[in-house]
Structure formats: C-alpha cells, structure tokens
C-alpha cells in the first residue's frame, strides 16, 4: 500500500506593489479603449449625415504641429524613465517638464482650434452631428491629455521638493504607461476625424 502524500497548505504570496500598478493601469486602459473604441465607431457612422454645414473638409485643418508636441512627448518621458531608473532626479525632472511643456501645447492647440470653429465657422456641440460627434470624440481625448498632465504636474511639484526618489521609479513607469496610451489614442482619433473621414 502507497504511502499517501500530505500536502500542506502554501500561505498565499501577496501580488507586489509594483504588478498591482500594472495590473491596475492596464486593465483602466482596456476599460478606457472600449469607451474610445464606441466613440470612433459612432463618428464614423454619423460621418457625412450631418444635415447642416458646415462640413469637415471645409472646416478642419490637420493639426500638425501640436500632434507632433503630443507624439515627441512620450519620448521625452522615456528619457524621464531611464533618468530616474538611474536615480539621476534632475534630468527626470528635466525630461518630466518637457513632457509636461509638450502636452500642455497640445492642449493649447486644441483650444485654439475649437475656439476658431465655434467664432469662425459657428461648429458647436449642439450646430449639427458634426459637431456632435467631433466634440465628443477629440473632447474625450483632451480630457484625458489634461487628466495625465494634471498627474504628471503633481509629480514635477514632488520632484521639484525634493520628494521623488529612485525607488519610486516602479510608480513613474505606471503613469507613463497612462501617457503612451493617450499618445495612442490620439493616432486613431488623428487618422479618423483629419483623414479617414474628412
């Protein structure tokens, strides 16, 4: 007769700080491309039925300029990363203004380009589906750009007093993550609403 085996228990090993910011992060931005992903089927759906002008070729002009700030932000806080993976805090904090100063154009941009749509061209939330869908959809995305710059703000203020170290670079790389998803996001929302469905 076999010698039956007891097999003890193992305590559970907690999941560490650092995967729980992962896990965390990349299950918000599977959440968050869902909600983007409704969004640009619905312009793409209502694109062309607005029954008003004016419409998006006449109106919209690419946004170059303040889309190349955007992308060259996610290197500058690559650059931030290794800086403070190798505990050199000034040059993250240096690199951490850049991205900060890039995002902060993008979203002046942005602005600038609505206010010339609502007093120039009189496109509004509320002047037709174009309208409708445009706000909502390039809206939704700017209010993601001023989420990740109000955070990435609060760690510059950190950083500055002294209160951000290298072994908090686990917590940086977790806000980045937020920050190449918002860069992403704005390629899909770049390409449909200034090219696909001009």
């Not at 193992?10 to 995967?19: F, K, R, T």
């Not at 650059?79 to 403070?84: L, N, P, Q, T």
Request: glycine residues 8%; charged residues 10%.
């Amino acid at each position: 007769m076999a010698a039956s085996t007891l097999t003890v228990p193992q305590p559970e090993i907690p999941m560490s700080l650092h995967l729980r910011g992962r896990v965390g992060m990349w299950s918000m931005i599977v959440a968050e491309s869902a909600i983007f992903t409704i969004f640009v089927v619905a312009y793409l759906y209502y694109s062309g039925k607005s029954l008003s002008g004016p419409t998006p070729r006449e109106v919209l002009e690419v946004p170059i300029f303040i889309s190349i700030c955007l992308f060259s932000s996610s290197f500058t806080i690559v650059m931030g990363e290794k800086a403070i993976h190798r505990g050199n805090i000034k040059l993250f904090t240096v690199w951490l203004f850049a991205t900060i100063a890039l995002g902060a154009i993008f979203v002046i941009g942005s602005f600038r380009e609505w206010y010339r749509l609502i007093y120039e061209h009189g496109v509004t939330i509320s002047s037709s589906l174009f309208g409708t869908t445009f706000y909502s959809l390039v809206g939704l995305h700017l209010s993601h750009v001023i989420v990740g710059l109000t955070m990435l703000s609060l760690v510059l203020i950190f950083s500055l007093l002294g209160s951000v170290k290298q072994e908090h670079a686990e917590r940086i790389g977790v806000l980045a993550l937020y920050w190449h998803f918002v860069d992403t996001v704005w390629v899909v929302v770049l390409s449909v609403v200034y090219f696909i469905a001009r």
